[in-house]
């Protein structure tokens, strides 16, 4: 990407010194670094219930489509005024697939639900499969921290900082966000722990819950898995396919936690191996099957329960971290955690 050319990054912040943030993008393992300014806008989004809605509202959806049936949303996202993308209104808008749209425009009816989108044509839509209704509302900069998800977009500088335009902080999923780290210090009588975060040489302290959850992460054989066994997939759905793309495999009812007590960033399926080959299948408590795609270097593992003596200076540990002035407050520590667990999830 050249100088000056518009750039988005999808990411989590690890590191931050004034306004320069370096950031760990979703998809790349190479660090980037973006700046904000006074005249960047920062925006979060919410969750809300249908009642949210109102005539005259800009809003975005996005669902399944088809010729036929038209666009059956599974999301609206709206805002009283117009705020990050609601701001410019486009043309109804089928993706590649041709099983996905999008549309961005004005609400003009509640029952039923028609958005009139930016080229002027109004859509009837279904709500029976709208499970998710967002706000888009002003955030402050002061919830970038470290852990948090986010979305920036705009011109990169000649150094190849991207200089930020517009942030969505990912608040829905990390208010509380997940870290990476190493335990530097260790105080269980006041339940204290002082923790460096992966990629910096900053020093955090982490207050420890009251029944805080602390875990290890043992890694696993491929060849244990086994038709029969007891397992929880975690993965993610796949627009316009029944498969759950699987992120990683768990022995056992164990789980990653939700960074903001939310399960629905990722999926977790527990049920018993009915079929490793040609497909692998997943039969759930109700008699349900499901059929989970395989990635090559499919991480598995199981997770088991430690005591506090557990938790030693040099260990490496995922935190489920919440903001307590200036200092976190700490539910879920996971010790020994992969690094494909991944930030903010």
């Given at each position: 990407?050249?100088?000056?050319?518009?750039?988005?990054?999808?990411?989590?912040?690890?590191?931050?010194?004034?306004?320069?943030?370096?950031?760990?993008?979703?998809?790349?393992?190479?660090?980037?670094?973006?700046?904000?300014?006074?005249?960047?806008?920062?925006?979060?989004?919410?969750?809300?219930?249908?009642?949210?809605?109102?005539?005259?509202?800009?809003?975005?959806?996005?669902?399944?489509?088809?010729?036929?049936?038209?666009?059956?949303?599974?999301?609206?996202?709206?805002?009283?005024?117009?705020?990050?993308?609601?701001?410019?209104?486009?043309?109804?808008?089928?993706?590649?697939?041709?099983?996905?749209?999008?549309?961005?425009?004005?609400?003009?009816?509640?029952?039923?639900?028609?958005?009139?989108?930016?080229?002027?044509?109004?859509?009837?839509?279904?709500?029976?499969?709208?499970?998710?209704?967002?706000?888009?509302?002003?955030?402050?900069?002061?919830?970038?921290?470290?852990?948090?998800?986010?979305?920036?977009?705009?011109?990169l500088a000649p150094d190849g900082v991207l200089q930020a335009e517009l942030i969505t902080i990912d608040l829905d999923y990390s208010a509380?966000?997940?870290?990476?780290?190493?335990?530097?210090?260790?105080?269980?009588?006041?339940?204290?722990?002082?923790?460096?975060?992966?990629?910096?040489r900053d020093r955090i302290t982490v207050r420890l819950k009251p029944g805080v959850i602390l875990l290890r992460e043992i890694k696993l054989d491929p060849d244990s898995l086994k038709i029969g066994s007891a397992v929880t997939v975690w993965g993610q759905r796949l627009p316009g396919r029944s498969e759950l793309a699987t992120l990683a495999l768990l022995i056992g009812p164990g789980r990653y936690p939700s960074a903001a007590g939310r399960d629905d960033a990722p999926i977790y399926l527990s049920g018993v191996l009915r079929q490793l080959e040609p497909d692998v299948v997943l039969q759930l408590p109700g008699g349900e099957r499901r059929t989970v795609l395989i990635p090559a270097q499919l991480p598995i593992a199981r997770l088991e329960s430690v005591g506090p003596v557990a938790l030693k200076p040099g260990m490496e540990a995922l935190l489920v971290l919440e903001p307590q002035g200036n200092d976190f407050s700490c539910g879920t520590v996971i010790v020994d955690a992969s690094p494909w667990v991944g930030y903010g999830g």
């Open positions: 990407m050249k100088q000056g050319e518009q750039a988005q990054v999808e990411g989590t912040v690890v590191s931050v010194r004034g306004g320069i943030y370096q950031v760990r993008p979703s998809l790349r393992p190479r660090l980037m670094r973006l700046s904000v300014s006074s005249k960047t806008e920062f925006i979060s989004y919410h969750r809300v219930d249908k009642n949210y809605l109102k005539v005259g509202m800009r809003a975005e959806c996005g669902g399944f489509y088809n010729p036929k049936d038209g666009l059956t949303p599974f999301y609206v996202e709206a805002s009283v005024r117009p705020l990050g993308p609601l701001k410019t209104l486009r043309a109804f808008e089928v993706m590649p697939d041709g099983t996905w749209a999008n549309l961005t425009g004005t609400i003009e009816s509640l029952s039923p639900l028609m958005i009139k989108d930016g080229a002027g044509k109004s859509w009837t839509l279904p709500t029976e499969r709208l499970r998710n209704v967002k706000e888009i509302r002003v955030a402050d900069r002061r919830a970038l921290l470290i852990g948090t998800r986010f979305n920036a977009s705009g011109p509380s966000g997940t870290m990476f780290g190493r335990i530097l210090s260790v105080e269980l009588r006041q339940k204290v722990l002082t923790i460096q975060p992966r990629y910096t």
